[in-house]
């Protein structure tokens, strides 16, 4: 056998580095987005949040209320332009996005009132969401009221998406509907989201909710809801008695593996999400613990 010459030697360990770093590049071109929602930290301030969320390694925070203030464009940090704008500079300086806006706008009530003033909430998140750059603000589909078509208040959520959608045109803003409370089943949230094609509408697949409240398997899911996540939720539960019993990710019983390789297989780039539900359930643990440990261990599903 014929032995190579130094110059082939060379050259093929040149050609066999370069495949390395093009093999580097492509894992870390496909380095998962992280953000975590403050809906798990409701007593921390600002500076916390920004130290906790630099140090921890996340990309961007996803804000559900600000120390007990749930109506963001009213909070210190965010209630006057320029206050916005010191907000957005405090996060750009430490390397940090605002990735979505949390609003409480539900958009299934067919009571005049109450739907203005839902769709009214939800605009001026909207405009807060593009003084901070911010791509995503989040609205409800809530609940199918018994006293209420079916139909009909599938029709009710789709039109106030697209309304929604016409208003944020023109903006860098998205709104998205998250899977929540009645609407968890994957075919009222196609029929939602067909009817409400528009540039500025998507939607957020709470990976959890979807499969605790409508036992969807998430491969199922994400091929159906594909074409409109652009965001993902992320916990962790196991079901104790019927009831939801929230978890450090990897230790539940909810298929995330399932999800994320679905994600994965689907080229999905937006952020994953850590929702800690603390606001809600004060009993389970503290997010000094638990925050600072998701990017490790979602990182491990990758």
């Given at each position: 056998m014929n032995q190579p010459t130094r110059r082939e030697a060379i050259k093929t360990?040149?050609?066999?580095?370069?495949?390395?770093?093009?093999?580097?590049?492509?894992f870390a071109a496909k380095k998962p987005q992280l953000s975590f929602s403050t809906l798990g930290c409701p007593t921390w301030d600002l500076a916390t949040i920004l130290d906790v969320a630099a140090k921890s390694g996340y990309q961007a925070v996803e804000f559900r209320g600000l120390q007990g203030e749930l109506d963001l464009p009213k909070s210190p940090a965010f209630n006057t332009a320029s206050r916005a704008k010191e907000t957005h500079t405090q996060f750009a300086d430490r390397g940090l996005h605002i990735c979505n806006l949390g609003s409480s706008a539900q958009l299934h009530h067919a009571d005049a009132a109450k739907r203005r003033k839902n769709l009214d909430d939800a605009r001026r998140f909207i405009e807060l969401a593009h003084q901070l750059d911010c791509p995503f603000v989040r609205v409800f589909p809530d609940s199918l009221p018994?006293?209420?078509?079916?139909?009909?208040?599938?029709?009710?959520?789709?039109?106030?998406?697209?309304?929604?959608?016409?208003?944020?045109?023109?903006?860098?803003?998205?709104?998205?509907?998250?899977?929540?409370?009645?609407?968890?089943?994957?075919?009222?949230?196609?029929?939602?989201?067909?009817?409400?094609?528009?540039?500025n509408v998507g939607l957020i697949w709470d990976i959890v909710n979807m499969w605790a409240d409508a036992s969807e398997a998430p491969a199922a899911v994400y091929q159906k809801l594909k074409p409109y996540i652009?965001?993902?939720?992320?916990?962790?539960?196991?079901?104790?008695?019927?009831?939801?019993?929230?978890?450090?990710?990897?230790?539940?019983?909810?298929?995330?593996?399932?999800?994320?390789?679905?994600?994965?297989?689907?080229?999905?780039?937006?952020?994953?999400?850590?929702?800690?539900?603390?606001?809600?359930?004060?009993?389970?643990?503290?997010?000094?613990?638990?925050?600072p440990q998701y990017p490790a261990a979602i990182k491990a599903y990758f």
């Amino acid at each position: 056998m014929n032995q190579p010459t130094r110059r082939e030697a060379i050259k093929t360990a040149l050609i066999g580095g370069l495949a390395t770093l093009g093999t580097l590049s492509a894992f870390a071109a496909k380095k998962p987005q992280l953000s975590f929602s403050t809906l798990g930290c409701p007593t921390w301030d600002l500076a916390t949040i920004l130290d906790v969320a630099a140090k921890s390694g996340y990309q961007a925070v996803e804000f559900r209320g600000l120390q007990g203030e749930l109506d963001l464009p009213k909070s210190p940090a965010f209630n006057t332009a320029s206050r916005a704008k010191e907000t957005h500079t405090q996060f750009a300086d430490r390397g940090l996005h605002i990735c979505n806006l949390g609003s409480s706008a539900q958009l299934h009530h067919a009571d005049a009132a109450k739907r203005r003033k839902n769709l009214d909430d939800a605009r001026r998140f909207i405009e807060l969401a593009h003084q901070l750059d911010c791509p995503f603000v989040r609205v409800f589909p809530d609940s199918l009221p018994t006293d209420q078509n079916r139909d009909d208040t599938l029709r009710l959520i789709s039109d106030g998406l697209l309304e929604l959608g016409t208003y944020a045109k023109g903006s860098s803003v998205t709104v998205l509907l998250e899977s929540h409370g009645e609407l968890t089943r994957s075919n009222m949230l196609v029929q939602i989201m067909q009817a409400a094609k528009h540039p500025n509408v998507g939607l957020i697949w709470d990976i959890v909710n979807m499969w605790a409240d409508a036992s969807e398997a998430p491969a199922a899911v994400y091929q159906k809801l594909k074409p409109y996540i652009r965001h993902v939720h992320v916990k962790d539960v196991r079901i104790v008695a019927g009831k939801h019993q929230y978890v450090q990710i990897g230790q539940g019983e909810a298929p995330l593996r399932a999800a994320i390789d679905a994600l994965k297989a689907g080229s999905y780039d937006g952020y994953y999400s850590f929702e800690w539900e603390k606001l809600w359930h004060p009993e389970i643990e503290d997010p000094e613990r638990v925050i600072p440990q998701y990017p490790a261990a979602i990182k491990a599903y990758f």
